[in-house]
């Protein structure tokens, strides 16, 4: 910073148009942004990955209780692949979902990732994600040994982007004590069931024993009990305003009109932890957070009872993927396939997380059937679950429709057919916007 | 032109009711201490609190002072390689000062030009300049997004770095400060054979440091305190800057407070032990880039 | 804000003529290189593409980005969109934290620096302590108010033994959103009214005094007049800082009760950077930026009504 400098070089115009080239350079990059190039599908490669030490970066939603269990998988794939080395990172999936994308285009993303069933469509279209046909071909995985539904919905537009780890679906969980000391002891099986155990419990003193918060998986659960869906199965037509829509959502306003459950709730785990509520409409994620967090509970859980006239629940999967950034050579790659499948077929530590593994062999395991959720995977359940279908930008959808119509109706007082109204008309403009971008 | 000094005695008229009347004196001492437990006893809480154990953070009943005091959530935090509070405090540091310095050369070396070398349209582009400062930042924030993208700088040091420091302000700042230096020293200078880059080396910029000390001063705190922007552009755990990674660990600890508090603590001290040194200067280039701003 | 007068820009054009012959255009160009690369790629570039984008319909890595003109525009001022509803709701809550917040961090900090333009022992040490919560960011003052505020286990309903949902509530939670914001930023406006204040002459209140003038009416007819500049530049910067929070409510409120507290900025980044929607998203910016121009507009003319001398 001192004046005693040697005489700097006087500006030239040479430098000068250095200078402004590289800018000019900068500002041409910038127009161009946005349309990836289409991603090519990964190619199958023999065996087991041997060779120069690989890193590799996976990415999960899994913050919560599930989170320890998959960190237990890693360790166990890393110790028997010492040419592997797969760095896990575990983000709120909302977080995750926001930077995958410029993340995988910038390099610094994951090489493989967790994602929801309902995802891989949006970031399949944006060529964030890999086609995993000859993957799971070369690998021999066929679906088999797969629940169908979460196997079946991995596909879009013709190609596979995921293979699933497990599936959830909608739950109820009761407090066993206090529905036997109603004289209901539980699980409640149906609309009338779900009358009687509620005045049972209330005349035994317990005056709100269900909470209904706005979960949008409950809603999708009574939908699909009242013969209704939220889009066609082509994902062109939105119908979450249907007459089955609205029953559906009025059921969950009237369990608060009529004082089965407060108004407000945003947390229903807390009362049914402390006792002031004994029925629970949650998924199986809850199963962890119970044991953890309410040790002296007495709970047990089964799959939701059949309000409507048919049954139903809502069903998601979290599903193993593989991004453009995994195809950056071929030992990135071999080695990113190798850690799917030693993971997909070693899957049995993920019990621990309280989900149904999607593979059968894993089901059959004596630890699988001993676990809480054992009692969620019948075939009954896989029959009528209602996975959400492939729709690119299905959250964005989901989040400015019927999401936010269970809010307004549940938590705002909003009239749940007119809430449903206008979600309808907004998904069904942003799909047709999808739909119009996709070309 | 001249920097005003904040510690020059007051005005003499204002000070001589308090002298003259007694129980004014003592209205303004009670107001002072006052304001002060306004200002401290948060601070005093946020300290309390991280030495609390789980149990008593999560206490119904308040006390001021940990009963038993512990610095099991700083083992906690500090044991924590998924969260590296100290790693974020250095993003942070780093990225302010490098932030900080490349405005202080992008915004001097442009408004030496601006005010004192040749160039046709120099009024048109010093006008293009001002026009920009009245354009809201709001507008800059996907734009940047998608060419931080585009140019593969997500996620890096860069992103944080770079895209803000073609503020207007700062170069309308020092070329205001530029424009009131007596041209009789680069004269002087240029007659001695000074090229243009001695002159704005040896007698611009040393005159001007008042100007550019508020700049440097007012890009770090912009860069330290920025919060949207981060959030978003940083996506792997280590490269996290302080405002970005306290909103991750508020997220996994939601009411864990004596850990939130220790963290808090953590990203604190530093910069309050800088402050405590540097108040002076970093108080002025606030007042400063308001007054001659 | 109003930095180069146009006095300003003539006198230093007048001033620099004879210097002018002897440097080529081109030294000033690799002076202003730095600068230009920069602004070209950060300020000028981005413009236009916020315009471009939200003339478009534009979802980030999909392959068609078709025109559509003032379509953007047209479905948000239609709102008949859950988009353009939950955008004007941010506009509503952005509108509702500048009306409570800016006003206070506009009087509020000019009673402090009145109060620390005294002279009294430990004035240097007072202004620092003011100022301190400035510098320990937004992260940290989230954290520490969320905690404060907390129902159950916050030291605000515990000491004053009262239950309120500060951050997840209406009106509490602005309540709470202002107050952080107070404590935050009040010493920030005041080092700079300070200032400001110091170079108002003394002789002005010293001739006022004999003239017999009391308290009030010195401070409206030598300190308001006296710092009219610096009290316009408060003004626009808070204003503009108001309507660019974002921190805060993502923090102590997090956007609670449902979305009530999320502001603008809020949606517009969780619509672009999360929704991927470029198109929408560039519209609302351009819709807040048009809004914030026409306020600081508003801004520079009442001042310039209320006879604000341009020194």
Redesign the interface.
Known sequence: MS?R?R??T????R??LG??G??AL??A????????TAQEPARYREGEYTGPRQRLQFWNPF?GGDGPAMAAMVDAFNAAHPDIEVVM?SL?A??M???V???V?????PDIAIMHLDQLATFA????LVPLDEVVEGLGVDGEDFVPAAWDNGVYRGARYGIPLDLFTMAQYWSTDALASAGTPGPVLDARGYTETVAALQSNGLAQPFWVPPSWQLFVTLLAQFGGRLYNPEGTVAEMGSEAGVQALSWMVEQIDRGVSPGGV?DPRTPFKNGTAALLADLPAAIPDLQLTAPDLEWRVAPFPQIGPQPGVFANSHNFVLTGQSQRDADAAHASQTFVDWVSRNSAPWIAGGNTPARASVRETEEFRSSPQAALATEGVFEVAAFLPQI??SR?IA???FQ?AV?EAV??GVDPAAALA??Q??AQ?ELD??N???? | MTATTLDRPAAPVAEKPATRRPPRRIALGITLVLLSVVFVLPLVLMVSTSFKSVQEANSLTFTLLPQQPTTAAYTEILGNDRLPVLRWLGNSLLTAVLHSALVVVVATTAAYALARLHLPFRNALLGVVLATMFVPGVIFLIPHFLIVNQLGWLNSYASLVVPSAAGAFGVVLVRQFFAGIDPAFEEAARIDGANAWQVFRRIMVPLAMPAIATLAVLAFLSSWNDFLWPVFVLFSTDMLTLPAGLAQLQGEYASRYDLLMAGAVIASVPVLAVFVFAQRYVIEGVSQGGVKG | MTAVSSTELSRSRRDSKPRLRRSSPWTALAFLAPFLVIFTVFVIVPVASAVWASLHRWSLGLPGTPWVGGANYAELFAGSTVMSVEFWKGMKATGIFTALSAPLLITLPLGLAMLLHRRFPGRTFFRALYFAPYVLGVAVIGLLWRYLLDRQLGPVNQILGIDVAWTTTLPAGWVSLVVATLWWTIGFNSVIYLAALQDVPKELYEAATVDGAGPLRRFTAITVPGITRVLQFVVAITIIASANMYGQSALITQEQPGSDTRTAIGYIAETGIQGFDIGASSAMSMILAVTLMLLSGIVVLGFRKLGGNDR
Do not use: H, Q, W
């Open positions: 004046a400098r005489p700097a006087p500006a030239s115009r430098t000068f200078l402004l590289s800018s900068l500002a990059c910038a127009p161009s942004i946005g349309a990836g913050t990172t709120v909302d977080d979902y926001t930077k994308m410029p993340a285009g910038a390099g610094v993303g279209a944006r060529n964030t945003t690119p930008g964005e989040g400015n429709s936010r809010g938590l705002g206008f979600a008309e907004t403009a916007d999808v119009e971008l996709l070309g």
